[in-house]
Protein backbone atom coordinates (compact mmCIF):
# COMPACT_ATOMS: atom_id res chain seq x y z
CA UNK A 1 0.00 0.00 0.00
CA UNK A 2 1.60 3.50 -1.13
CA UNK A 3 0.47 6.06 0.70
CA UNK A 4 1.02 9.73 -1.37
CA UNK A 5 -1.45 12.48 0.62
CA UNK A 6 -0.05 15.01 2.72
CA UNK A 7 0.43 14.78 5.87
CA UNK A 8 2.07 11.94 7.02
CA UNK A 9 2.17 9.87 9.77
CA UNK A 10 4.97 7.76 10.72
CA UNK A 11 5.87 5.24 13.63
CA UNK A 12 9.63 4.29 14.57
CA UNK A 13 11.08 2.47 16.93
CA UNK A 14 14.70 2.32 18.38
CA UNK A 15 16.71 1.84 21.41
CA UNK A 16 19.18 4.44 23.60
CA UNK A 17 22.67 4.55 24.36
CA UNK A 18 22.90 5.56 27.97
CA UNK A 19 26.25 5.56 30.03
CA UNK A 20 24.64 3.76 32.87
CA UNK A 21 23.17 0.60 32.19
CA UNK A 22 19.99 0.90 33.58
CA UNK A 23 19.18 4.06 32.26
CA UNK A 24 18.49 2.50 28.62
CA UNK A 25 14.87 2.40 26.96
CA UNK A 26 13.69 1.07 24.16
CA UNK A 27 11.08 3.51 22.42
CA UNK A 28 8.31 3.83 20.30
CA UNK A 29 7.78 7.21 18.94
CA UNK A 30 4.58 8.95 16.76
CA UNK A 31 4.68 11.65 14.15
CA UNK A 32 2.27 12.91 12.88
CA UNK A 33 1.08 16.07 10.99
CA UNK A 34 4.14 15.53 8.51
CA UNK A 35 3.54 17.97 5.71
CA UNK A 36 5.91 19.53 2.81
CA UNK A 37 8.27 22.07 3.86
CA UNK A 38 7.08 25.01 3.19
CA UNK A 39 8.83 27.75 0.95
CA UNK A 40 9.77 31.49 1.74
CA UNK A 41 7.91 34.01 0.27
CA UNK A 42 9.76 34.69 -3.01
CA UNK A 43 9.49 38.60 -3.15
CA UNK A 44 7.61 41.41 -1.43
CA UNK A 45 4.30 41.75 -2.79
CA UNK A 46 3.75 38.01 -0.81
CA UNK A 47 4.21 39.97 2.44
CA UNK A 48 0.73 40.78 2.67
CA UNK A 49 0.09 37.18 2.99
CA UNK A 50 2.25 36.88 6.28
CA UNK A 51 -0.90 36.73 8.53
CA UNK A 52 -2.31 33.46 7.10
CA UNK A 53 0.99 32.00 6.70
CA UNK A 54 1.78 31.76 10.21
CA UNK A 55 -1.80 30.45 10.59
CA UNK A 56 -1.07 28.01 7.89
CA UNK A 57 2.21 27.38 9.96
CA UNK A 58 0.82 26.67 12.92
CA UNK A 59 -1.89 24.18 11.41
CA UNK A 60 1.19 22.05 9.51
CA UNK A 61 3.67 22.17 13.06
CA UNK A 62 4.64 18.33 13.62
CA UNK A 63 3.34 16.69 16.19
CA UNK A 64 5.56 14.04 18.03
CA UNK A 65 4.30 11.37 20.90
CA UNK A 66 6.64 9.24 22.56
CA UNK A 67 6.98 6.20 25.04
CA UNK A 68 9.20 3.47 26.70
CA UNK A 69 10.24 0.36 28.41
CA UNK A 70 13.04 -0.58 30.34
CA UNK A 71 15.76 -2.05 28.97
CA UNK A 72 19.04 -3.18 31.04
CA UNK A 73 22.16 -2.21 28.75
CA UNK A 74 22.95 -0.21 25.55
CA UNK A 75 21.01 -0.88 22.63
CA UNK A 76 23.33 -2.03 19.66
CA UNK A 77 20.79 -2.97 17.23
CA UNK A 78 17.19 -2.64 17.17
CA UNK A 79 14.79 -4.57 14.50
CA UNK A 80 11.10 -4.79 14.57
CA UNK A 81 8.39 -6.87 12.40
CA UNK A 82 5.11 -8.91 12.48
CA UNK A 83 4.04 -11.77 13.65
CA UNK A 84 -0.06 -12.64 13.48
CA UNK A 85 -0.66 -8.58 13.30
CA UNK A 86 1.35 -7.99 16.56
CA UNK A 87 3.87 -5.76 16.40
CA UNK A 88 7.56 -7.36 17.73
CA UNK A 89 10.96 -5.87 18.44
CA UNK A 90 14.63 -7.66 19.06
CA UNK A 91 17.19 -5.81 20.43
CA UNK A 92 20.71 -6.57 20.83
CA UNK A 93 22.40 -5.60 24.07
CA UNK A 94 25.93 -4.31 24.79
CA UNK A 95 25.36 -7.30 27.48
CA UNK A 96 25.70 -10.17 25.36
CA UNK A 97 21.68 -10.65 25.25
CA UNK A 98 18.98 -10.86 22.85
CA UNK A 99 15.76 -9.81 23.81
CA UNK A 100 12.56 -9.79 22.07
CA UNK A 101 9.26 -7.33 22.59
CA UNK A 102 5.74 -6.98 22.44
CA UNK A 103 5.19 -3.35 21.55
CA UNK A 104 1.70 -3.40 21.49
CA UNK A 105 1.21 -1.47 24.43
CA UNK A 106 3.35 0.73 23.65
CA UNK A 107 1.42 1.45 20.75
CA UNK A 108 -1.96 1.46 22.05
CA UNK A 109 -0.27 4.53 24.23
CA UNK A 110 0.54 6.82 21.50
CA UNK A 111 -2.21 6.46 19.46
CA UNK A 112 -4.38 7.09 22.92
CA UNK A 113 -3.84 9.87 25.50
CA UNK A 114 -5.88 7.67 28.15
CA UNK A 115 -3.87 4.72 27.54
CA UNK A 116 -0.99 7.00 27.89
CA UNK A 117 -1.84 8.67 30.62
CA UNK A 118 -2.46 5.05 32.74
CA UNK A 119 0.82 3.67 30.99
CA UNK A 120 2.79 6.79 32.51
CA UNK A 121 1.07 7.02 35.91
CA UNK A 122 1.51 3.34 36.73
CA UNK A 123 5.05 3.41 35.34
CA UNK A 124 4.30 0.48 33.57
CA UNK A 125 7.39 -1.59 31.36
CA UNK A 126 6.30 -4.82 29.80
CA UNK A 127 9.18 -7.44 30.28
CA UNK A 128 10.59 -8.88 27.27
CA UNK A 129 8.77 -11.87 25.39
CA UNK A 130 12.15 -14.04 25.54
CA UNK A 131 15.83 -13.44 26.03
CA UNK A 132 18.90 -15.46 24.38
CA UNK A 133 21.58 -16.12 26.57
CA UNK A 134 23.57 -18.10 24.46
CA UNK A 135 25.89 -15.65 22.26
CA UNK A 136 29.37 -15.50 24.14
CA UNK A 137 29.77 -11.93 23.77
CA UNK A 138 27.54 -8.96 22.72
CA UNK A 139 27.00 -8.26 18.74
CA UNK A 140 25.22 -5.66 16.24
CA UNK A 141 24.24 -8.46 13.50
CA UNK A 142 20.08 -8.90 13.65
CA UNK A 143 17.08 -9.73 10.67
CA UNK A 144 14.22 -10.46 10.75
CA UNK A 145 13.51 -13.20 8.08
CA UNK A 146 10.80 -11.66 5.29
CA UNK A 147 9.83 -15.12 4.59
CA UNK A 148 9.10 -16.95 7.58
CA UNK A 149 7.21 -15.10 9.96
CA UNK A 150 9.35 -14.82 13.18
CA UNK A 151 12.46 -16.36 12.12
CA UNK A 152 15.64 -14.93 13.31
CA UNK A 153 19.57 -14.66 12.80
CA UNK A 154 21.60 -13.01 15.16
CA UNK A 155 25.45 -12.84 14.94
CA UNK A 156 28.00 -11.49 17.64
CA UNK A 157 31.43 -10.17 17.97
CA UNK A 158 32.86 -13.71 18.63
CA UNK A 159 32.39 -14.91 14.76
CA UNK A 160 29.34 -16.45 15.73
CA UNK A 161 25.45 -16.41 14.09
CA UNK A 162 22.58 -18.32 15.87
CA UNK A 163 19.33 -18.52 13.78
CA UNK A 164 15.66 -18.54 15.77
CA UNK A 165 12.92 -20.71 15.04
CA UNK A 166 9.34 -19.87 16.31
CA UNK A 167 7.36 -21.63 18.32
CA UNK A 168 3.75 -21.14 19.68
CA UNK A 169 5.03 -19.78 22.60
CA UNK A 170 8.74 -18.88 22.67
CA UNK A 171 11.54 -19.37 20.27
CA UNK A 172 13.89 -21.99 19.41
CA UNK A 173 17.44 -20.93 19.47
CA UNK A 174 19.92 -23.83 17.70
CA UNK A 175 22.88 -24.12 20.01
CA UNK A 176 25.44 -24.81 17.65
CA UNK A 177 26.65 -21.61 15.68
CA UNK A 178 27.12 -21.17 12.36
CA UNK A 179 31.05 -21.24 11.91
CA UNK A 180 32.59 -19.61 9.11
CA UNK A 181 33.69 -16.03 9.68
CA UNK A 182 36.69 -15.34 11.88
CA UNK A 183 36.31 -12.37 13.51
CA UNK A 184 33.05 -9.89 14.28
CA UNK A 185 29.69 -10.57 12.20
CA UNK A 186 28.75 -6.88 11.56
CA UNK A 187 25.31 -7.35 9.46
CA UNK A 188 22.92 -10.43 8.15
CA UNK A 189 20.49 -9.98 5.73
CA UNK A 190 17.92 -12.60 4.82
CA UNK A 191 17.18 -13.73 1.21
CA UNK A 192 13.70 -12.10 0.47
CA UNK A 193 12.63 -15.13 -1.68
CA UNK A 194 14.34 -18.16 -0.34
CA UNK A 195 13.26 -18.98 3.09
CA UNK A 196 16.76 -21.31 4.17
CA UNK A 197 19.20 -18.38 3.12
CA UNK A 198 20.42 -15.61 4.34
CA UNK A 199 24.07 -13.59 4.27
CA UNK A 200 26.26 -11.97 6.54
CA UNK A 201 29.04 -9.94 6.47
CA UNK A 202 31.92 -9.49 9.12
CA UNK A 203 35.69 -7.68 10.15
CA UNK A 204 37.25 -10.23 8.50
CA UNK A 205 36.66 -8.40 5.27
CA UNK A 206 34.66 -11.69 3.78
CA UNK A 207 30.65 -11.95 2.73
CA UNK A 208 28.99 -15.44 3.05
CA UNK A 209 26.15 -16.86 1.82
CA UNK A 210 24.49 -19.18 4.14
CA UNK A 211 21.71 -22.23 3.91
CA UNK A 212 20.46 -23.24 6.84
CA UNK A 213 19.26 -26.51 5.64
CA UNK A 214 22.28 -27.59 6.17
CA UNK A 215 24.27 -28.44 9.42
CA UNK A 216 25.78 -25.22 11.12
CA UNK A 217 29.23 -25.82 10.39
CA UNK A 218 28.66 -26.97 6.67
CA UNK A 219 26.34 -24.29 6.38
CA UNK A 220 28.19 -21.99 4.55
CA UNK A 221 27.82 -21.97 0.39
CA UNK A 222 29.85 -19.27 -0.66
CA UNK A 223 32.33 -16.87 0.11
CA UNK A 224 33.80 -13.21 -0.90
CA UNK A 225 36.96 -13.41 1.14
CA UNK A 226 38.33 -10.08 0.52
CA UNK A 227 35.34 -8.47 0.00
CA UNK A 228 36.66 -5.03 1.65
CA UNK A 229 39.92 -4.07 2.11
CA UNK A 230 39.06 -3.21 5.71
CA UNK A 231 35.59 -4.49 8.12
CA UNK A 232 32.53 -5.42 5.94
CA UNK A 233 30.00 -2.69 7.81
CA UNK A 234 26.67 -3.27 6.29
CA UNK A 235 24.66 -5.11 3.63
CA UNK A 236 21.15 -5.14 1.83
CA UNK A 237 19.81 -7.40 -0.08
CA UNK A 238 17.75 -6.57 -3.22
CA UNK A 239 14.43 -7.78 -3.19
CA UNK A 240 13.89 -7.66 -6.77
CA UNK A 241 16.68 -8.12 -8.57
CA UNK A 242 19.85 -10.86 -7.26
CA UNK A 243 22.14 -8.23 -6.15
CA UNK A 244 23.55 -7.22 -2.89
CA UNK A 245 25.18 -3.84 -1.53
CA UNK A 246 27.52 -4.27 0.66
CA UNK A 247 29.40 -0.89 2.46
CA UNK A 248 32.91 -0.88 4.26
CA UNK A 249 35.11 0.96 6.67
CA UNK A 250 37.46 1.39 3.47
CA UNK A 251 34.60 4.22 2.38
CA UNK A 252 33.64 1.43 -0.43
CA UNK A 253 30.09 0.95 -1.71
CA UNK A 254 30.17 -2.51 -3.89
CA UNK A 255 26.89 -3.98 -5.76
CA UNK A 256 27.33 -8.34 -6.19
CA UNK A 257 25.43 -10.09 -8.66
CA UNK A 258 25.00 -13.30 -6.60
CA UNK A 259 24.71 -14.69 -10.06
CA UNK A 260 28.57 -14.02 -10.90
CA UNK A 261 29.34 -14.67 -7.09
CA UNK A 262 32.02 -16.65 -7.47
CA UNK A 263 33.80 -14.60 -9.87
CA UNK A 264 34.60 -12.54 -7.00
CA UNK A 265 34.72 -9.20 -8.27
CA UNK A 266 31.55 -6.33 -7.87
CA UNK A 267 29.35 -5.36 -10.70
CA UNK A 268 29.78 -1.82 -9.13
CA UNK A 269 31.95 -0.09 -6.96
CA UNK A 270 31.36 3.41 -5.92
CA UNK A 271 33.95 5.59 -3.97
CA UNK A 272 32.37 9.10 -2.65
CA UNK A 273 32.07 8.94 0.90
CA UNK A 274 35.30 9.91 2.51
CA UNK A 275 34.72 7.56 5.68
CA UNK A 276 33.51 4.71 6.46
CA UNK A 277 29.81 3.14 5.30
CA UNK A 278 27.53 3.25 8.29
CA UNK A 279 24.34 2.19 6.67
CA UNK A 280 22.74 0.90 3.13
CA UNK A 281 19.70 -0.25 2.06
CA UNK A 282 17.93 -0.99 -1.30
CA UNK A 283 14.88 0.63 -2.25
CA UNK A 284 11.79 -1.53 -1.57
CA UNK A 285 10.13 -0.76 -4.88
CA UNK A 286 12.74 0.39 -7.35
CA UNK A 287 15.24 -2.42 -8.15
CA UNK A 288 17.87 0.20 -9.07
CA UNK A 289 17.67 2.69 -6.32
CA UNK A 290 19.53 2.30 -3.01
CA UNK A 291 20.55 4.60 0.02
CA UNK A 292 24.13 4.99 1.96
CA UNK A 293 25.13 6.86 5.06
CA UNK A 294 28.68 7.20 5.72
CA UNK A 295 30.82 8.28 8.81
CA UNK A 296 31.71 11.62 6.90
CA UNK A 297 28.18 12.69 7.60
CA UNK A 298 26.66 12.19 4.33
CA UNK A 299 23.53 10.64 3.14
CA UNK A 300 23.87 9.58 -0.58
CA UNK A 301 20.61 8.30 -3.51
CA UNK A 302 22.22 6.13 -5.90
CA UNK A 303 20.58 5.04 -9.11
CA UNK A 304 22.43 1.97 -10.75
CA UNK A 305 20.57 2.75 -14.32
CA UNK A 306 21.67 6.26 -14.48
CA UNK A 307 24.56 6.52 -17.15
CA UNK A 308 25.54 9.87 -18.75
CA UNK A 309 25.34 9.56 -22.29
CA UNK A 310 28.02 11.17 -24.83
CA UNK A 311 25.60 14.40 -26.22
CA UNK A 312 25.17 15.43 -21.95
CA UNK A 313 29.02 15.08 -21.70
CA UNK A 314 29.13 17.82 -25.29
CA UNK A 315 27.02 19.75 -23.57
CA UNK A 316 28.42 20.28 -20.61
CA UNK A 317 31.74 21.09 -22.17
CA UNK A 318 30.01 23.51 -24.84
CA UNK A 319 28.44 26.00 -21.72
CA UNK A 320 31.90 25.80 -19.70
CA UNK A 321 32.76 29.07 -20.47
CA UNK A 322 33.75 30.58 -17.61
CA UNK A 323 36.62 29.53 -14.82
CA UNK A 324 33.41 29.28 -12.22
CA UNK A 325 31.40 27.11 -14.44
CA UNK A 326 34.72 25.07 -15.98
CA UNK A 327 35.43 24.81 -11.70
CA UNK A 328 32.04 23.76 -10.97
CA UNK A 329 31.92 21.06 -14.46
CA UNK A 330 34.91 19.60 -12.86
CA UNK A 331 33.63 19.04 -9.12
CA UNK A 332 31.34 17.46 -11.23
CA UNK A 333 32.61 15.27 -13.14
CA UNK A 334 34.15 14.24 -10.41
CA UNK A 335 30.80 12.49 -8.76
CA UNK A 336 29.74 9.31 -10.19
CA UNK A 337 26.82 9.56 -12.78
CA UNK A 338 25.02 7.00 -10.69
CA UNK A 339 24.86 9.32 -7.61
CA UNK A 340 21.19 11.18 -7.30
CA UNK A 341 21.63 13.20 -4.04
CA UNK A 342 23.36 14.22 -0.99
CA UNK A 343 21.69 14.91 2.31
CA UNK A 344 23.99 16.29 5.15
CA UNK A 345 22.95 18.06 8.39
CA UNK A 346 23.27 15.33 10.55
CA UNK A 347 26.20 14.17 13.01
CA UNK A 348 27.41 10.47 13.67
CA UNK A 349 24.87 8.61 11.47
CA UNK A 350 23.80 5.51 12.30
CA UNK A 351 20.94 4.04 10.33
CA UNK A 352 18.93 5.04 7.42
CA UNK A 353 15.71 3.56 6.09
CA UNK A 354 13.48 3.42 3.51
CA UNK A 355 9.64 4.09 4.47
CA UNK A 356 7.94 0.99 2.86
CA UNK A 357 4.37 2.62 2.68
CA UNK A 358 5.50 6.11 2.06
CA UNK A 359 7.12 5.80 -1.36
CA UNK A 360 10.46 7.96 -1.85
CA UNK A 361 10.64 8.75 2.32
CA UNK A 362 14.10 7.77 4.33
CA UNK A 363 14.10 8.21 8.25
CA UNK A 364 17.96 8.65 9.34
CA UNK A 365 19.06 8.18 12.69
CA UNK A 366 22.02 10.08 14.51
CA UNK A 367 23.67 11.56 17.55
CA UNK A 368 22.09 14.72 16.41
CA UNK A 369 18.70 12.99 16.46
CA UNK A 370 16.37 12.17 13.50
CA UNK A 371 15.62 13.56 10.27
CA UNK A 372 13.04 12.47 7.81
CA UNK A 373 13.05 13.23 3.95
CA UNK A 374 11.73 12.86 0.74
CA UNK A 375 13.49 13.98 -2.40
CA UNK A 376 11.85 14.57 -5.86
CA UNK A 377 14.25 12.07 -7.36
CA UNK A 378 13.47 8.95 -5.00
Same mark, same amino acid.
Not at 60 to 89: M, Q, Y
Not at 145 to 163: E, Y
Not at 225 to 240: E, F, P, R
Not at 296 to 305: F, K
Given at each position: ??? /??????????????? @?????????????????????????????? $???????????? &??????? +?? &?? %??? %????? +??????????? !?????????????????????????????????????????? /????????????????????????? =??? %??????? $?????????????????? @???????????????? +?????????????????????? $? =?????????????? &??????????????????? #??????????? =?????????? +?????????????????????? #?????????? @???? @?????? !??????????????????????????????????????????? =??? #???? /? %?? &?????
Amino acid at each position: MDR /NQYPHTIYIVCGTQA @EKSDRNSVMVVKMSNLTKTLKENASDTESD $EDDDDDEEEEDT &KPEFESV +SL &KH %IGC %INRIR +STVINDRKIAA !TWSDTGKVHIWDLSRLLHAVNDSSVMATYVRNQESPKPLFTF /NGHMNEGFAMDWSPTVPGMLATGDC =SKN %IHVWKPS $ETEWLVDQRPYIGHTSSV @EDIQWSPNEQSVFTSC +SVDRSIRIWDIRAMPSKACMLT $E =SDAHTSDVNVISWN &KHEPFIISGGDDGFIKVWD #LRQFSKKTPVA =SFKHHRSSIT +SVQWHHTDSSVFAAAGADNQIT #LWDLAVEKDD @EENK @EQTATA !TTTTTKNNNNQLENLPDQLLFIHMGQTDIKEIHWHKQIPGLLI =STA #LSGF /N %IF &KTISA
